[in-house]
């Protein structure tokens, strides 16, 4: 009897209607199927990169997923559609063994299929490594526009951790500018009120790029509060955000002006004083009052300005 060969992706467990014999029976079944009008044979290295229907009990969620909502009144209008219809655009998994598939892309439709009561659905098979399977989840929900920008920051963010890539890959890899992923990585420096604000569209993303320079935990949260309370536009939050960053120079432009003005009053008292006792004076204003330093240079200076100090007592 010839031996039955095992399928390189372990397919051939869950499909052993397509595993082979040797060349000859293979051949022959091909005949065979043809004459009955039956589905041509598959041959194993074919069976990555075709669709199947697979029970949708023997899929496991991607936990590289970078959705995290599904909306749910969104999602019991695709459950419906689907129990009605089909589900018309496969899902995409891989082979895992054991008869398990692990999902790369199309959790919502996974998950309607599932509310719907379907038992099996059309699954794309690809061979992805764990490295790649990251990049195709964010990849293929970024390309339906799925994601909000904090969902797509955070998967920038898994695939330089993670998979390792510089941001120049992870632009290359996603089809975006390196400006754009670094902007959208910047994001994640927002506190989690500003990120919520923005994954909930509270806030646009130029209000989110409008207030990343604001340093002051307190002036950051006090414009976030009028953009949300007050409808501020992108415009007018950038025109606040540069208010605070004026308020400073003007403060200390005050405060120069203010100190300029004091030491021109000390100077002139200090000229009223030196001509007065015909010596050096010098006038240290502290925080509190202040010192005066009254040169001599003999025991003759001394006596005089001790002499000029009694006339005036």
Do not use: C, W
């Not at 004459?35 to 936990?63: A, D, F, M, T, W």
């Not at 019991?76 to 008869?99: F, N």
Request: net charge negative; hydrophobic share 35%.
């Amino acid at each position: 009897m010839a031996s039955k060969k095992v399928l390189g992706k372990g397919l051939g467990a869950f499909f052993p209607e397509y595993n082979e014999d040797d060349e000859a029976s293979t051949s022959q079944g091909e005949s065979e199927a043809s004459q009955e009008g039956e589905s041509p044979y598959v041959e194993p290295k074919k069976r990555v990169n075709v669709v199947l229907e697979v029970p949708v009990e023997n899929i496991r969620p991607n936990p590289h997923q970078p959705r995290s909502e599904f909306n749910k009144d969104r999602l019991a209008e695709l459950a419906g559609s689907i129990k009605k219809h089909g589900l018309i655009q496969p899902i995409t998994v891989r082979y895992i063994g054991e008869k398990r598939f692990e999902l790369i892309s199309g959790e919502r439709r996974l998950r309607a299929a599932k509310q719907a009561g379907i038992e099996e659905i059309p699954a794309y098979i690809r061979e992805v490594n764990d490295e790649d399977i990251i990049s195709f989840a964010l990849i293929e929900n970024i390309q339906r526009e799925d994601l909000n920008p904090i969902e797509v920051a955070l998967g920038y963010q898994r695939l330089i951790e993670e998979a390792g890539y510089t941001q120049a890959e992870v632009a290359e890899r996603v089809g975006k500018s390196r400006t754009t992923v670094t902007n959208m990585l910047r994001l994640l420096n927002l506190p989690a009120y500003i990120q919520a604000g923005l994954r909930d569209q509270q806030i646009s993303m130029g209000h989110a790029r409008a207030l990343l320079p604001v340093e002051d935990e307190e002036d950051q949260k006090e414009i976030f509060n009028k953009v949300i309370d007050n409808g501020y536009s992108v415009r007018k939050t950038e025109k606040a955000v540069n208010a605070l960053s004026k308020e400073p120079q003007q403060k200390q432009s005050a405060e120069t002006e203010e100190d300029d003005k004091n030491e021109a009053i000390l100077d002139e008292i200090s000229d009223r004083l030196r001509r007065k006792l015909s010596t050096k004076v010098n006038i240290k204003p502290k925080k509190n009052g202040g010192e005066i330093h009254i040169e001599y240079y003999s025991d003759d200076e001394l006596d005089r300005l001790l002499d000029l100090f009694d006339s005036i007592s």
